[in-house]
């Protein structure tokens, strides 16, 4: 199971974060410095409309010397491409793009399944895409199972009401789209060593963490030992 310490791009700093930790290349060197073998790097001004930190996401992604996970509002297919270019190891497609069953081929054939992932934020098992206060009549399981069937073999879920509240990401979830027999990212809620023990118990293939880090309630140390 991999842990991917999220690094949330608004405004040019780092979302949760405090001190020199806020700033973005700050944060990537410290984080690979502990360890890390991934980030998940999003661009959450993107995500919410509010225009976009691409040349932040640029400057992140060509000194980063571990793998790049990246997210943030990417339903467009030329931005998800210019995300390849600029170097991602993997990129996540929004749910606004999931939903287009010719992009996610397009893209299948173009990067690769090991190169994509798809991304469904929830709410009360429906997808619920961030930056807009919609909830699609379409439910979580119903998106999962399309696009896995498509190919896609990773999902990063994430349940919205959640979301850097500390309080456990949404498991019961997580693992419904496990039973699909696609490898599963829990996103959102990851506040203690527990958190993460259960989503290793869980057969879970990884969990991206942002807040608890920055809160310094455990390192990256001891959340890879939790993991190994």
């Known amino acids: 199971m991999d842990l991917y310490p999220a690094v949330d791009l608004e405004g040019g700093r780092v979302a949760r ?26 661009d959450m001004d993107r995500a919410y409309g509010r225009g976009d930190n691409e040349p932040l996401m640029r400057a992140v992604i060509d000194a980063a010397t571990v793998r790049v996970q990246v997210g943030g509002g990417l339903f467009r297919e030329g931005d998800i491409d210019q995300m390849f270019t600029l170097g991602a190891t993997r990129v996540i497609i929004g749910p ?49 199972a399309r696009v896995a069937r498509q190919g896609i073999r990773t999902i990063i879920y994430n349940e919205v009401t959640r979301d850097g509240m500390l309080t456990g990401p949404d498991f019961q979830g997580a693992r419904a789209i496990l039973s699909l027999g696609v490898d599963v990212i829990v996103s959102g809620g990851v506040g203690s ?19 608890a880090l920055y809160d310094g309630r455990f390192t990256i140390a001891e959340a890879l030992a939790c993991l190994s």
């Not at 060593?193 to 807040?211: F, I, K, P, Q, Y």
């Open 17 to 42: 974060a405090h001190g020199a930790m806020a700033e973005p290349l700050t944060a990537l060197a410290e984080l690979t410095r502990a360890g890390t073998r991934w980030i998940h790097l999003v």
């Open 96 to 144: 606004r793009g999931a939903v287009d069953a010719g992009l996610v081929e397009r893209l299948l054939a173009r990067h690769g399944a090991h190169r994509l992932a798809v991304g469904i934020d929830a709410k009360d098992g429906r997808v619920a895409p961030r930056g807009t206060k919609e909830i699609l009549d379409l439910p979580v399981l119903e998106l999962a």
């Open 193 to 211: 060593l527990d958190d993460l023990r259960a989503a290793r118990a869980a057969g879970l293939a990884g969990a991206c963490v942002g807040r």
